[in-house]
DNA sequence: CTTGGCACTCGCAACCCCCGAGTGCCAGAA
DNA sequence: TTCTGGCACTCGGGGGTTGCGAGTGCCAAG
């Protein structure tokens, strides 16, 4: 028996189940695919796949659909990566290229996503794991408060407001300005990570009569830096789970509640990072360490320098397809996101 | 005929039909309620409400269900709002003080009205038209480019960097310094939607040779402003839609893309918003004007200046309790974003 | 206006039965 | 050894039928 008919009788087991959703037989399988051979051998080999685990048959008398091993094995060894079109790469380029500010690229990114694949498309914000200070911005706003605003190489902002304590309406400009001045020179273009102990550092060379100020804005500093070093994760497509001829027969609200777990999905692209960059990573039904997502197939990639995008969909999805499109638009948000 | 005797009946299928979400007969109200009439007696009041349009009978024999119109009837006349317990209160409370920010404040005021309700819950992100500037800052960030962020009175922050064409790395900080001056001068503690033309009219004052640069910098500040009066909104809780025995029979789908419609629940918030302030309003099911939510009540409120917030639910749901969960977080959350 | 009684209506669950897709296996051919 | 045609068998699902019971509408009497 030939090994290598089986792996074709298992892709096009595959490639048919995806198309139909129902069950496949022996004989659909000969109408549609021309493996040269007839409808018993091609019976005695699914037994053999059914035997390797590959493909299982829902009950008795109907056709065989794949497991999640049948899946795997077809993403590894049977699929290649299906490119997009020239046209749709264009489409894609000049929609990310159109985004006003790093939201916008984040919102029409998943938006994206989900449109070209019909699944749930998740992107987590830019990692700031490599960010760097751009700059540290501090401003009286009356009374003995101050705000301290944080600006990260990536563009994004985080601001908070510290009561110092004391009066600096008039007479403490210069206080301010040179703690500013510090601030800056402590902090701009450092990692994001290495900021709190810098600052640390600076506040030796702070004058003592000003030192609780300096605390106050240190203090406040650390917990915005603490803020955005906390990922976040948004979605988009979640209607596309409830599509008719949907799978996740009675599971779709543990999808659904596993999808608000936000956690889960950061943990999830972070596990599923791959060494290689622009490579896609695919995580198959049972594969996946979280219970919720035990009924659905994770496709991600990464981009930028440690960011993850992908999308949920269930395990019988069009896996070049989805593929080539988490592939293509990790790389455009990539490029993007370097200018 | 007692009219009042015919609201109560009608006041008691609701409950009953909210609790068991099964058509109630007149035999099994009154074994839950003391009406103190007969079965037979029941059944003419049910026969005159079905008469008025306010209950209706999904088959010839099975018990009666209240209209959209019977739930209007019902939110209207027959029901107050069930005050949470103090304990809930002080829940609300505390977990909403807990917040660092305003995203944070946000966030929590979503997942706590959805896990309060067990429903879908929106809120709007807090409205800037009646905001005001808080301080405007220009960050030189190397070669030709000013970064400009706009810091608002709520605590939103909005940055936009632009290229002024000419080099400022030496000799210009007095440009950029003036022109920080002016603009603050000019915008701080204006309503947002008045600073534009008051920036318009302050580039009268520049000296023309540094014009290009501040009409770089005004046009920025507008496309940020623009930016912060575009409003966004947040959810939580869209697993409940698949809770066990939801209704939604197959409109499932329709309800998640309404969701993913911003646009289209802004516009609601907004046109739902009351007089009174602190007032609960809700749409029931047909009343509602989008046809994704035709099959679902909103219960909406607003919370300071002017947002609005609020669950997306079955038209078969807790009205009493739902109106106090979300007159109590609005409230709260005014309270809260009023410091 | 209310009440008890009674005939009637239908949705629904259970049941049955049949059909057909699909299988496994076997004996013979290549 | 591998492939093929044939054949008996299995079983899920669709369609029709039936009985049950909840619930109704109506009526005549209180």
Redesign the pocket.
């Known amino acids: ?2 090994e290598d ?1 089986r792996l074709h009788v298992l892709r096009a087991i595959v490639q048919d189940y995806v198309r139909t959703s ?7 399988l000969l109408e549609r695919h021309s493996l ?12 053999a796949l ?1 035997e390797d685990g590959l493909i299982t ?8 659909v794949p497991t999640d091993a049948g899946y795997r094995m077809f993403v590894d060894r049977l699929s290649g990566i299906k490119p997009l079109s020239k046209a749709e790469k264009v489409a894609i380029q000049r929609l990310l290229e159109g985004a006003v500010d790093l939201d916008d690229v984040v919102g029409r990114t998943v938006r994206l996503l989900s449109s070209l694949t019909h699944q749930v498309a998740v992107m987590q914000y830019p990692s700031l794991t490599r960010s760097t200070v751009r700059h540290v911005e501090l401003v009286p706003i009356g009374g003995t408060r101050l705000m301290v605003v944080l600006i990260v190489n990536t563009g994004r902002v985080e601001q908070r407001v510290v009561d110092v304590g004391r009066d600096l309406a008039a007479g403490h400009e210069q206080v301010v300005a040179d703690l500013r001045s510090l601030v800056n020179r402590t902090a701009a273009g450092q990692a994001l990570t290495a900021v709190p102990a810098l600052l640390q550092g600076a506040l030796e060379q702070v004058d003592p009569a000003d030192r609780d100020i300096a605390r106050a804005v240190v203090s406040a500093l650390e917990d915005a830096l603490e803020e955005q070093t906390e990922e976040r994760v948004v979605l988009a497509g979640t209607a596309n789970l409830a599509r008719v001829g949907s799978d996740f027969p009675t599971s779709l609200g543990e999808v659904l509640e596993a999808l608000e777990e936000h956690v889960v999905l950061l943990k999830l692209m972070g596990s599923m990072a791959t060494l290689d960059d622009e490579a896609v990573a695919v995580s198959i039904g049972a594969e996946n360490p979280y219970a919720g997502l035990r009924t659905t197939s994770v496709v991600t990639s990464t981009y930028g320098p440690a960011g993850g995008l992908g999308v949920v969909g269930p395990t019988r999805m069009d896996y070049p397809m989805t593929m080539a499109a988490v592939r293509a638009v990790a790389h455009y948000v990539s490029t993007i996101l370097d200018t």
């Open positions: 028996m030939s008919r129902e069950p496949v037989g022996s004989k659909a040269g051979v007839s409808a018993a051998t091609v019976r005695n080999d699914m037994a059914e048959a829902p009950h008795t008398s109907a056709g065989r």
